[in-house]
């Protein structure tokens, strides 16, 4: 089990090149939220993450991997409605 500042700065370190904060509400509750450092655009913003799951390396990665996955897909859905829109 990872101490609660080690998993946030963990999951933190995962989304280079994009910037990352991870804090903890009153409830031990994750917010997660994903930006470009330079325009600041907000990527992904998660709140009330678990951390029940979050035990061990291998469940943290994964958990960054969906959340890459996501913005990808969310970066390519936006892309492809503006697409869309131009024709």
Same mark, same amino acid.
């Given at each position: 089990?990872? %101490? &609660?500042? /080690?998993?946030?700065?963990?999951?933190?370190?995962?989304? %280079?090149?994009?910037?990352?904060?991870?804090?903890?509400?009153?409830? =031990? #509750?994750?917010?997660?939220?994903?930006?470009?450092? &330079?325009? =600041?655009?907000?990527?992904?913003? #998660?709140?009330?993450?678990?951390?029940?799951?979050?035990?061990?390396?291998?469940? &943290? %990665?994964? #958990?960054?991997? /969906?959340?890459?996955? /996501?913005?990808?897909?969310?970066?390519? %859905?936006?892309?492809?409605?503006?697409?869309?829109?131009?024709?």
């Amino acid at each position: 089990m990872f %101490a &609660i500042h /080690e998993l946030c700065r963990t999951i933190e370190s995962g989304f %280079a090149p994009l910037s990352c904060t991870c804090t903890v509400n009153a409830d =031990g #509750l994750l917010m997660i939220n994903v930006f470009d450092p &330079i325009t =600041g655009r907000v990527d992904l913003l #998660l709140t009330g993450v678990s951390t029940a799951k979050l035990t061990n390396s291998r469940a &943290i %990665a994964n #958990l960054i991997g /969906e959340l890459r996955t /996501e913005i990808r897909a969310g970066r390519r %859905a936006f892309a492809g409605g503006l697409s869309d829109c131009a024709g």
